[in-house]
Protein backbone atom coordinates (compact mmCIF):
# COMPACT_ATOMS: atom_id res chain seq x y z
CA UNK A 1 0.00 0.00 0.00
CA UNK A 2 1.29 3.96 -1.28
CA UNK A 3 0.34 7.15 -0.26
CA UNK A 4 1.63 9.81 -1.13
CA UNK A 5 1.20 12.89 1.92
CA UNK A 6 0.96 16.67 1.41
CA UNK A 7 1.51 19.30 4.32
CA UNK A 8 1.07 22.77 3.89
CA UNK A 9 -0.95 24.14 7.27
CA UNK A 10 1.58 26.55 8.57
CA UNK A 11 5.45 27.70 7.03
CA UNK A 12 6.66 24.18 5.85
CA UNK A 13 5.46 22.89 2.24
CA UNK A 14 6.09 19.05 2.24
CA UNK A 15 5.51 15.95 0.63
CA UNK A 16 5.95 12.19 0.98
CA UNK A 17 5.30 8.76 0.12
CA UNK A 18 5.43 6.26 2.31
CA UNK A 19 4.10 2.44 2.48
CA UNK A 20 2.13 0.32 4.86
CA UNK A 21 5.61 -1.71 5.70
CA UNK A 22 6.60 2.32 7.97
CA UNK A 23 9.18 2.98 5.08
CA UNK A 24 9.47 6.78 4.16
CA UNK A 25 10.34 5.78 0.58
CA UNK A 26 10.67 9.56 -1.06
CA UNK A 27 10.12 12.85 1.42
CA UNK A 28 11.34 16.74 0.78
CA UNK A 29 10.29 19.39 3.22
CA UNK A 30 10.93 22.86 2.21
CA UNK A 31 11.20 25.63 4.91
CA UNK A 32 10.19 29.12 4.75
CA UNK A 33 12.59 30.45 7.58
CA UNK A 34 14.08 32.79 5.15
CA UNK A 35 10.93 34.04 3.97
CA UNK A 36 9.47 35.10 7.31
CA UNK A 37 12.40 35.79 9.29
CA UNK A 38 12.23 39.57 8.52
CA UNK A 39 8.39 39.98 10.27
CA UNK A 40 9.90 38.13 12.93
CA UNK A 41 6.96 35.58 12.58
CA UNK A 42 4.81 33.62 10.05
CA UNK A 43 2.98 35.83 7.80
CA UNK A 44 -0.46 33.98 6.57
CA UNK A 45 -0.30 35.62 3.08
CA UNK A 46 3.41 34.92 2.54
CA UNK A 47 3.04 31.11 3.68
CA UNK A 48 0.17 30.93 1.49
CA UNK A 49 1.82 32.22 -1.93
CA UNK A 50 5.12 30.04 -0.90
CA UNK A 51 3.05 27.13 -0.78
CA UNK A 52 1.13 27.87 -4.10
CA UNK A 53 4.45 28.61 -6.00
CA UNK A 54 6.27 25.47 -4.81
CA UNK A 55 3.45 22.73 -4.06
CA UNK A 56 3.85 20.86 -7.48
CA UNK A 57 7.45 20.96 -7.57
CA UNK A 58 7.82 19.27 -4.42
CA UNK A 59 4.86 16.52 -4.81
CA UNK A 60 7.27 15.08 -8.27
CA UNK A 61 10.15 15.36 -6.25
CA UNK A 62 8.76 13.25 -3.62
CA UNK A 63 7.47 10.86 -6.67
CA UNK A 64 11.15 11.05 -8.40
CA UNK A 65 12.61 9.92 -4.86
CA UNK A 66 9.98 6.71 -4.28
CA UNK A 67 10.53 6.18 -7.67
CA UNK A 68 6.92 5.31 -8.62
CA UNK A 69 4.22 7.02 -10.80
CA UNK A 70 1.01 7.87 -10.09
CA UNK A 71 -0.28 5.13 -11.37
CA UNK A 72 0.99 3.09 -8.36
CA UNK A 73 -0.32 5.09 -5.30
CA UNK A 74 -3.38 3.08 -3.51
CA UNK A 75 -4.42 6.59 -2.37
CA UNK A 76 -3.33 10.74 -2.06
CA UNK A 77 -3.60 12.34 1.74
CA UNK A 78 -3.65 15.93 1.85
CA UNK A 79 -3.72 17.83 5.70
CA UNK A 80 -7.25 19.30 5.65
CA UNK A 81 -6.24 21.17 8.93
CA UNK A 82 -6.32 22.76 11.14
CA UNK A 83 -3.79 25.40 10.49
CA UNK A 84 -3.25 28.74 8.35
CA UNK A 85 -6.32 28.53 5.88
CA UNK A 86 -4.72 30.03 2.73
CA UNK A 87 -2.08 27.17 3.01
CA UNK A 88 -4.21 24.45 3.74
CA UNK A 89 -6.55 25.37 0.81
CA UNK A 90 -3.54 25.20 -1.60
CA UNK A 91 -2.75 21.34 -0.13
CA UNK A 92 -5.90 19.92 -0.05
CA UNK A 93 -6.51 21.29 -3.60
CA UNK A 94 -3.75 20.09 -4.79
CA UNK A 95 -4.68 16.43 -3.04
CA UNK A 96 -7.50 16.35 -4.73
CA UNK A 97 -6.87 17.62 -8.35
CA UNK A 98 -4.13 14.52 -8.04
CA UNK A 99 -6.61 12.23 -6.96
CA UNK A 100 -9.12 13.02 -9.39
CA UNK A 101 -6.89 12.88 -12.20
CA UNK A 102 -5.29 9.51 -11.28
CA UNK A 103 -8.74 8.36 -9.82
CA UNK A 104 -6.97 7.26 -6.41
CA UNK A 105 -9.21 7.96 -2.93
CA UNK A 106 -8.40 11.17 -1.17
CA UNK A 107 -7.65 11.69 2.31
CA UNK A 108 -8.20 14.28 4.65
CA UNK A 109 -5.81 14.09 6.95
CA UNK A 110 -6.22 16.05 10.70
CA UNK A 111 -2.80 17.52 11.18
CA UNK A 112 -2.88 16.82 14.83
CA UNK A 113 -3.44 13.41 14.17
CA UNK A 114 -0.93 13.00 11.48
CA UNK A 115 1.36 13.64 14.86
CA UNK A 116 -0.39 11.87 16.89
CA UNK A 117 0.37 9.02 14.68
CA UNK A 118 3.65 9.42 14.19
CA UNK A 119 4.72 6.95 16.91
CA UNK A 120 3.11 3.84 15.15
CA UNK A 121 5.25 5.23 11.84
CA UNK A 122 8.64 5.38 13.58
CA UNK A 123 8.23 2.69 16.02
CA UNK A 124 5.50 0.54 15.69
CA UNK A 125 3.36 0.86 19.00
CA UNK A 126 0.08 -0.34 19.60
CA UNK A 127 -2.91 1.21 20.76
CA UNK A 128 -3.60 2.72 23.86
CA UNK A 129 -0.68 5.61 24.65
CA UNK A 130 -0.74 8.54 26.47
CA UNK A 131 0.45 11.65 23.99
CA UNK A 132 1.87 14.70 24.72
CA UNK A 133 1.31 17.03 21.84
CA UNK A 134 3.26 20.16 22.37
CA UNK A 135 3.83 22.91 19.19
CA UNK A 136 3.72 26.48 18.20
CA UNK A 137 -0.34 26.29 18.44
CA UNK A 138 -1.10 23.66 20.57
CA UNK A 139 -0.73 21.99 23.90
CA UNK A 140 -2.29 19.11 24.89
CA UNK A 141 -2.34 15.42 26.49
CA UNK A 142 -4.50 12.98 24.90
CA UNK A 143 -5.17 9.33 25.20
CA UNK A 144 -4.77 7.97 21.72
CA UNK A 145 -6.83 4.76 21.71
CA UNK A 146 -7.08 4.35 18.26
CA UNK A 147 -7.14 5.55 14.47
CA UNK A 148 -9.99 8.43 14.96
CA UNK A 149 -10.30 7.53 18.65
CA UNK A 150 -8.83 10.63 20.83
CA UNK A 151 -9.86 11.22 24.94
CA UNK A 152 -8.34 15.22 26.10
CA UNK A 153 -7.43 14.65 29.32
CA UNK A 154 -5.69 18.23 29.51
CA UNK A 155 -5.42 21.46 27.03
CA UNK A 156 -3.87 24.84 26.96
CA UNK A 157 -6.34 27.38 28.84
CA UNK A 158 -4.84 30.41 26.79
CA UNK A 159 -1.36 30.03 24.95
CA UNK A 160 0.35 26.88 23.45
CA UNK A 161 4.15 25.78 24.34
CA UNK A 162 5.53 26.56 20.92
CA UNK A 163 4.17 29.95 21.44
CA UNK A 164 5.55 30.80 24.46
CA UNK A 165 9.01 30.25 23.13
CA UNK A 166 8.58 32.33 20.61
CA UNK A 167 7.54 35.17 22.24
CA UNK A 168 10.25 34.76 25.13
CA UNK A 169 12.85 34.66 21.69
CA UNK A 170 11.70 37.92 20.43
CA UNK A 171 11.77 39.61 24.14
CA UNK A 172 14.82 38.77 24.37
CA UNK A 173 16.44 39.63 20.55
CA UNK A 174 17.23 35.88 20.18
CA UNK A 175 15.12 36.45 16.43
CA UNK A 176 12.91 33.38 14.91
CA UNK A 177 12.30 30.68 15.12
CA UNK A 178 12.02 30.78 18.27
CA UNK A 179 12.05 27.55 19.88
CA UNK A 180 15.28 26.60 18.96
CA UNK A 181 16.84 29.99 19.76
CA UNK A 182 16.04 29.46 23.29
CA UNK A 183 17.21 26.08 23.56
CA UNK A 184 20.87 27.10 22.22
CA UNK A 185 21.05 30.25 24.48
CA UNK A 186 19.54 27.86 27.55
CA UNK A 187 22.51 25.97 27.05
CA UNK A 188 25.21 28.42 27.72
CA UNK A 189 22.80 29.74 30.78
CA UNK A 190 22.10 28.98 34.53
CA UNK A 191 19.00 28.25 35.01
CA UNK A 192 18.65 28.93 39.17
CA UNK A 193 19.92 32.45 38.50
CA UNK A 194 16.32 33.93 37.84
CA UNK A 195 13.23 32.50 39.59
CA UNK A 196 10.34 31.72 37.57
CA UNK A 197 6.75 30.51 38.03
CA UNK A 198 5.51 26.70 37.45
CA UNK A 199 2.26 27.82 35.74
CA UNK A 200 -0.75 25.28 37.23
CA UNK A 201 1.90 23.15 39.15
CA UNK A 202 0.30 20.91 41.81
CA UNK A 203 -3.26 22.01 40.60
CA UNK A 204 -6.16 19.50 39.61
CA UNK A 205 -6.74 18.65 36.73
CA UNK A 206 -3.93 18.18 33.39
CA UNK A 207 -4.49 21.38 31.91
CA UNK A 208 -1.76 24.15 30.51
CA UNK A 209 -0.89 27.24 31.01
CA UNK A 210 1.88 29.39 29.66
CA UNK A 211 0.28 33.33 29.45
CA UNK A 212 1.42 34.34 32.64
CA UNK A 213 4.93 32.58 32.56
CA UNK A 214 5.15 34.48 29.56
CA UNK A 215 4.24 37.72 31.12
CA UNK A 216 6.69 36.84 34.03
CA UNK A 217 9.38 36.17 31.40
CA UNK A 218 8.65 39.96 30.05
CA UNK A 219 9.14 41.52 33.43
CA UNK A 220 12.28 40.13 34.06
CA UNK A 221 14.08 40.76 30.83
CA UNK A 222 12.61 44.26 31.57
CA UNK A 223 13.91 44.92 34.80
CA UNK A 224 17.96 43.85 33.28
CA UNK A 225 20.36 46.68 31.77
CA UNK A 226 19.88 47.44 28.18
CA UNK A 227 21.05 46.30 26.28
CA UNK A 228 20.55 42.39 26.88
CA UNK A 229 23.77 41.09 27.80
CA UNK A 230 24.51 37.36 26.46
CA UNK A 231 25.16 36.09 29.90
CA UNK A 232 21.62 37.81 30.62
CA UNK A 233 19.88 36.43 27.97
CA UNK A 234 20.93 33.29 28.31
CA UNK A 235 20.31 32.97 31.97
CA UNK A 236 16.88 34.07 31.16
CA UNK A 237 16.17 31.52 28.43
CA UNK A 238 17.43 28.81 30.71
CA UNK A 239 15.08 29.59 33.35
CA UNK A 240 12.20 29.92 31.05
CA UNK A 241 13.03 26.43 29.34
CA UNK A 242 13.29 24.77 32.55
CA UNK A 243 9.60 26.09 33.84
CA UNK A 244 7.97 24.86 31.01
CA UNK A 245 9.72 21.68 31.33
CA UNK A 246 8.82 21.26 35.05
CA UNK A 247 5.30 22.70 34.50
CA UNK A 248 4.69 20.19 31.76
CA UNK A 249 6.01 17.43 33.76
CA UNK A 250 3.59 17.96 36.54
CA UNK A 251 0.95 18.28 34.28
CA UNK A 252 1.97 14.95 32.52
CA UNK A 253 2.25 13.37 35.72
CA UNK A 254 -0.92 13.60 36.29
CA UNK A 255 -2.12 12.50 33.22
CA UNK A 256 -0.08 9.42 34.04
CA UNK A 257 -2.20 8.86 36.39
CA UNK A 258 -5.59 9.17 34.93
CA UNK A 259 -4.30 7.29 31.77
CA UNK A 260 -3.22 4.14 34.01
CA UNK A 261 -6.41 4.07 36.15
CA UNK A 262 -8.34 4.08 32.98
CA UNK A 263 -6.40 1.92 30.34
CA UNK A 264 -4.07 -0.28 32.08
CA UNK A 265 -2.88 -2.14 29.40
CA UNK A 266 -1.27 0.88 27.98
CA UNK A 267 2.83 1.33 28.21
CA UNK A 268 3.58 4.16 26.45
CA UNK A 269 4.22 7.74 27.03
CA UNK A 270 4.85 9.62 23.05
CA UNK A 271 5.55 13.22 22.46
CA UNK A 272 5.14 15.08 19.22
CA UNK A 273 4.64 18.36 17.86
CA UNK A 274 7.75 20.99 17.57
CA UNK A 275 8.19 21.35 20.86
CA UNK A 276 9.09 17.61 21.43
CA UNK A 277 12.43 18.46 19.26
CA UNK A 278 13.40 20.66 22.67
CA UNK A 279 16.33 18.34 24.45
CA UNK A 280 15.59 19.63 28.31
CA UNK A 281 12.06 18.72 27.28
CA UNK A 282 12.72 15.58 26.50
CA UNK A 283 15.04 14.43 29.17
CA UNK A 284 12.39 15.48 31.92
CA UNK A 285 10.07 13.40 30.25
CA UNK A 286 12.16 10.08 30.01
CA UNK A 287 12.83 10.73 33.86
CA UNK A 288 9.50 10.81 34.52
CA UNK A 289 8.53 8.23 32.39
CA UNK A 290 10.90 5.95 34.03
CA UNK A 291 9.03 7.24 37.66
CA UNK A 292 6.18 6.19 36.47
CA UNK A 293 6.24 3.01 34.71
CA UNK A 294 5.54 4.32 31.02
CA UNK A 295 8.53 3.71 28.17
CA UNK A 296 9.14 7.23 26.66
CA UNK A 297 9.40 7.13 23.10
CA UNK A 298 9.54 10.66 20.71
CA UNK A 299 9.87 10.62 17.07
CA UNK A 300 13.19 11.34 15.51
CA UNK A 301 13.70 15.61 15.43
CA UNK A 302 12.52 15.51 11.75
CA UNK A 303 9.65 13.95 12.39
CA UNK A 304 9.02 16.44 15.18
CA UNK A 305 8.67 19.69 13.34
CA UNK A 306 5.85 19.33 10.47
CA UNK A 307 6.44 17.05 7.51
CA UNK A 308 4.22 15.06 4.90
CA UNK A 309 5.74 11.79 5.89
CA UNK A 310 3.23 12.08 9.06
CA UNK A 311 0.43 13.00 6.74
CA UNK A 312 0.91 10.33 4.43
CA UNK A 313 1.25 7.80 7.51
CA UNK A 314 -1.94 8.89 8.69
CA UNK A 315 -3.43 8.07 5.36
CA UNK A 316 -2.08 4.63 5.39
CA UNK A 317 -3.76 3.78 8.81
CA UNK A 318 -7.12 5.59 7.33
CA UNK A 319 -6.83 3.93 4.44
CA UNK A 320 -6.87 0.52 6.51
CA UNK A 321 -10.22 1.33 7.55
CA UNK A 322 -11.42 2.54 4.85
CA UNK A 323 -12.16 6.01 5.78
CA UNK A 324 -11.54 7.81 2.77
CA UNK A 325 -12.75 11.42 2.02
CA UNK A 326 -14.97 12.97 -1.11
CA UNK A 327 -14.15 15.98 -2.98
CA UNK A 328 -16.25 18.01 -0.99
CA UNK A 329 -14.27 18.08 1.75
CA UNK A 330 -13.83 21.72 2.63
CA UNK A 331 -10.43 23.02 4.46
CA UNK A 332 -10.76 23.65 8.11
CA UNK A 333 -9.02 26.25 10.68
CA UNK A 334 -9.82 24.42 13.36
CA UNK A 335 -10.10 20.60 13.95
CA UNK A 336 -10.04 18.99 17.49
CA UNK A 337 -8.77 15.81 17.92
CA UNK A 338 -11.66 15.04 20.64
CA UNK A 339 -14.86 17.33 19.51
CA UNK A 340 -16.48 16.59 22.79
CA UNK A 341 -13.80 17.58 25.09
CA UNK A 342 -15.09 20.64 27.03
CA UNK A 343 -13.99 24.19 25.99
CA UNK A 344 -12.16 25.48 28.05
CA UNK A 345 -10.23 28.92 29.69
CA UNK A 346 -9.12 31.24 27.26
CA UNK A 347 -7.83 28.87 24.77
CA UNK A 348 -11.26 29.12 22.52
CA UNK A 349 -11.43 26.99 19.58
CA UNK A 350 -7.60 26.09 19.47
CA UNK A 351 -8.53 23.96 22.72
Not at 114 to 135: E, K, M, N, Q, V
Not at 195 to 214: A, E, H, I, T
Request: glycine share 12%; with cysteine.
Amino acid sequence: MLVLGIESSCDETAAAVVDDQRRILGEVVLSQLEEHRPFGGIVPEVAARSHLQHMDRLVAEAMKRAGIGFAQLDAVAATGGPGLIGGVIVGVMTGKALALASGKPFLAINHLEGHALTARLTHGIDFPYLLLLASGGHCQLLAVDGVGRYSRLGTTIDDAAGEAFDKVAKMAGLGYPGGPAVEQAAALGDPKRFSLPRPMKGKPGCDFSFSGLKNATRLLIESLPKPLSGQDAADVCAAFQLAVAESIADRTRRAIREFRRTRPDGRHLVVAGGVAANTALRQTLITLGAETGLEFLAPPLKLCTDNAAMIAWAGVERLRLGLVDDLTFAPRPRWPLDPSAKKVGFAGVKA
